[in-house]
């Protein structure tokens, strides 16, 4: 089970080891998921309305996004932002699990409190989301100035990313966007660890066992908790994306009409003047199915290398008391 867990059979393990299974959880996760979340952004910052019916900007679907993104900038273009994205999701998984880990130990070492209830964890995984946030947030607009720059490229790559922005915007814009993005992410995060909890926990008392391991189980019980808890905080995503590429008007010409927005205020303002409450949900669908593989995905590589570990711990723990009796 995610979390600390005072009855757990096995060998515990330490923070670091934490952090290592959130960062192979996340890099595994990212690699799988990362043309969902570029036709996300695409949509996210799209200011023309998004409709089949009536098709007013470049992308209006699913597939037709799909199909016009390969066709003009190559199946390499869904993997755009892949290597500033793949260090965020490195990060962020590491600093995630191993504060999520450390705050329900402390939870259920300073209060009575049970360390597996889903109210713990609702609160433990959004101030755990919070502080990966904070230290992540650079590489996540990076990501989102590759991921949104079309043909041809502003930024040839990272190195030279960071330094034009540095130059030309100064080191706050890589912290632009953070205020939306803390005021989501803490309900986001901590919705996401809820729902896993209960969901999980309903399928092993259905199934009468609980495995701690990589399995269908912690798939399925990411998926269900990643779509909920993004349809709920989905605007305040949007409204990242959206002042994450402020001042990079002119390399979102090319995809059509741009805005600028002075702050998160202005910003839903003016989406709600100008594209209407269906605005604050441009991308969802696609967001959701990212949302299902992404959150889905990273529990089960998340339990199953934790699971990994235990098992190697306790082989090695076995080995050594094995040794230990023969040499008496």
Known sequence: MVGYDPGAQGAALSPE?????GSAAGMVTRALVSPFDVIKIRFQLQIE?????RPAGKYWGLFQASRCIHSEEGISAFWKGHIPAQLLSISYGAVQFASFEFLTEAVHK???YDSQTAGVHFVCGGLAACSATVVCQPLDTLRTR????????????????????????????????????????????????????VF????????????????????ISGSGAG???????????????????????????HFGQVRRYRGLVDCMAQIAKEEGVRGFFKGLSPSLV??????????FWYEFFLNAMRNMKQRQKTEGFTKDQRER
Do not use: W
């Open 17 to 21: 080891e934490a952090a290592l299974a």
């Open 49 to 53: 309305r998004v409709s089949s019916l």
């Open 110 to 112: 300073a209060t009575a």
């Open 146 to 197: 590759f991921a949104a720059q079309g043909e041809p490229k502003v930024y040839r790559n990272l190195r030279h990313a960071v330094f034009t922005m540095c130059h030309s915007e100064g080191v706050r814009t890589f912290y632009r966007g953070l205020t939306p993005t803390l005021m989501a992410v803490f309900p986001y995060a901590g919705l996401q660890f809820f729902f896993y909890n």
């Open 200 to 219: 999980k926990k309903l399928l092993a008392s259905q199934q009468k066992t609980e495995n701690s391991g990589g399995n269908i189980q912690s798939l």
């Open 227 to 253: 779509m909920i808890s993004k349809t709920i905080t989905y605007p305040f995503d949007l409204f990242k994306k959206r002042l994450q590429v402020g001042g990079f008007e002119a390399a979102r010409a």
């Open 290 to 299: 990212k949302a299902a593989l992404s959150t889905g995905f990273t529990f």
